[in-house]
């Protein structure tokens, strides 16, 4: 015996057209109790500045470089970056089971602030719209580089996302090759405007705000949603309304609304469980290889771990690493207690 399809009882799976991959989604799991791992929220960090931080203003780091007096945005190059720029000679084997090719790049820290007791949340949306603004001239410097086909920007917030230090800050990885990640999205984006002359995220978005069931924040150039697709409990993506293909296409205004809306967004976070919420969150858009690469859509992820309370984190194992990607409460569900959330940071009311 059979009953009727309903989404939000009934295990279904879910395409995601960026990653050619499905994503099974279990609504009734959401219902179990849990008495699996309960992680220490992040502690609120009250000092602007840290004596023992390797970040902070004036302070040196590791390897003993002392940071400058910087007021604003810093970037340097990371200490321990995982990546070296100078090349090296290889011969290439062919052989088809152990394969090895050299990599090549540079790693930067942005450090977003020179205030040690901020997030992106608590930051300015003018304060915020320098990060952008660096985060164009990075892009655009390192893309320059005739070695440089990829720059990855990215952020980790907090401890349980691998995050080392708290003083708000970000990453740039430049390199030569085209991650995989990126590279599968670039070939199904590619395909997808090679058939329609379109560009993937620009229907995609156009029947979101068509159905609106998702959507969390909107301004004149952005739109902030939970993805039909979602793997993360309250994963989302930033998608430019323009087909632009990277930061460079962003005017000044541009430039502003994606700060309004990053701030919005990180905000409406915090309050969910009035936490400092984690996640990872990176930049998807055009590679740096003197391609034209009009498939290119702008777009920015956000992969939050937090599923049902600060303490309580959705974990990747078992299935997930074995089978296929796997999540709880439906995508829309997250999408409602997304946007219920303010956008008056927890700490300011």
């Not at 994503?23 to 992040?42: D, H, I, M, N």
């Not at 400058?68 to 088809?96: H, I, M, Q």
Request: hydrophobic share 35%; net charge negative.
């Amino acid at each position: 015996m059979s009953s009727s399809f309903n989404s939000k009882d009934h295990p279904h799976r879910r395409y995601n057209p960026l990653l050619d991959e499905w994503v099974l989604v279990s609504p009734q799991r959401a219902k179990r109790p849990w008495q699996g791992q309960q992680e220490e929220p992040l502690p609120n960090v009250q000092n602007q500045y840290d004596p023992e931080c390797y970040l902070c203003p004036g302070n040196s780091r590791v390897n003993g470089v002392q940071n400058p007096r910087y007021e604003d945005v810093y970037v340097f190059d990371n200490d321990f970056g995982a990546l070296l720029s100078e090349g090296v000679t290889f011969d290439k084997s062919e052989d088809e089971l152990f394969k090895t090719e050299p990599e090549r790049g540079i790693n930067r820290v942005i450090c977003f602030s020179h205030d040690h007791s901020l997030t992106l949340p608590e930051m300015s949306v003018e304060a915020i719209t320098n990060v952008v603004s660096v985060w164009k001239e990075e892009y655009q410097n390192l893309g320059r580089l005739d070695y440089i086909n990829h720059v990855q920007i990215f952020e980790n917030k907090g401890a349980i996302m691998g995050c080392s230090n708290p003083h708000p800050h970000g990453q740039i990885w430049a390199q030569l090759s085209i991650p995989s990640q990126v590279a599968r999205t670039q070939q199904n984006l590619k395909n997808y405007y090679d058939k329609h002359g379109t560009t993937l995220l620009s229907d995609y978005l156009q029947r979101e705000i068509g159905i609106n069931e998702r959507i969390i924040l909107e301004n004149e150039a952005f739109v902030a949603l939970v993805p039909f697709w979602a793997t993360w409990p309250f994963e989302t993506m930033i998608i430019s309304k323009m087909p632009l293909n990277s930061l460079l296409a962003f005017s000044h205004e541009d430039q502003v609304l994606f700060a309004q809306i990053l701030k919005d967004l990180t905000v409406k976070y915090d309050n969910i469980f009035s936490t400092s919420f984690p996640y990872s969150a990176g930049i998807h858009q055009a590679p740096t290889d003197l391609e034209s690469h009009e498939e290119w859509h702008f777009h920015m992820h956000f992969y939050p771990p937090l599923l049902r309370s600060a303490s309580v984190k959705k974990f990747m194992v078992g299935y997930e690493m074995l089978a296929e990607a796997q999540r709880d409460i439906t995508p829309e569900q997250s999408a409602d207690i997304l946007k219920k959330s303010s956008t008056i940071h927890y700490k300011s009311k």
